[in-house]
């Protein structure tokens, strides 16, 4: 089974600060790996998709980047709605995997 | 507009049987495979189950492998998880979701929490 090990699990920001959170497969992925935003008492909602491509509606200041095992979520310039805690997705082979996921808050 | 609406949640005891749906509009539902997601209380997200768009694949986490039943009905447009020998570890919100081509989940319900106690 592939693993996924996300970094940093929490971290504090600013508003306008750029944030990176890190996802490492366990094994090769290729770019089968997606983002996800969560906030408190809603579900999940995706953010990237095929590690680089943008979600439909996902403003831009949200990016991704990475293949094979290696894969990173940028968030250039920090906004007020973006407190939140940040899952990736590995959906190369089943069982699927998430990471344990990135806290980010002020 | 897609839509998914889990139901079937409640407080279950131990070794008990409960069964959840995912009720979906806005799309040809026969065209998408589906999964369920589950999040105990305060913890990350873990894949639970998929269900092939027709129906021709099922797959399960080892934690409920055996135990969970995954299914689909085209016809009433929703998915099932069929939930047996529940264990307080099953404690959590159960989502489903809708997988696109490029094995991402574009779109979830709103949720369906599970409680197993006695």
């Known amino acids: 089974d592939i693993q996924m090990t996300q970094s940093p699990s929490s971290l504090s920001a600013s508003v306008g600060d750029r944030v990176t959170v890190t996802c490492r497969a366990s094994q090769n992925i290729d770019n089968h790996l997606s983002w996800y935003q969560q906030k408190p008492g809603q579900a999940p909602k995706l953010l990237i998709h095929g590690a680089s491509r943008f979600q439909s509606g996902v403003p831009s200041r949200f990016s991704g980047s990475g293949f094979g095992t290696d894969f990173t979520l940028t968030i250039s310039s920090l906004q007020p709605e973006d407190f939140a805690t940040y899952y990736c997705l590995q959906s190369y082979s089943i069982p699927l995997a998430f990471g344990g996921g990135t806290k980010v808050d002020i | 507009q897609v839509q998914l609406v889990e139901s079937g949640g409640g407080v279950v005891q131990p070794g008990r049987s409960l069964r959840l749906s995912c009720a979906a509009s806005g799309f040809i539902f026969s065209d998408y495979g589906m999964h369920w997601v589950r999040q105990a209380p305060g913890k990350g997200l873990e894949w639970v189950a998929v269900i092939w768009y027709d129906g021709s694949n099922k797959y399960y986490a080892d934690s409920v492998k055996g135990r969970f039943s995954i299914s689909r009905d085209d016809s009433e447009n929703t998915v099932y998880l069929q939930m047996s020998s529940l264990r307080a570890e099953d404690t959590a919100v159960y989502y489903c979701?809708?997988?696109?081509?490029?094995?991402?989940?574009?779109?979830w319900g709103q949720g369906s929490l599970v409680t197993v106690s006695s």
């Open positions: 979701a809708r997988v696109t081509a490029l094995r991402s989940f574009d779109y």
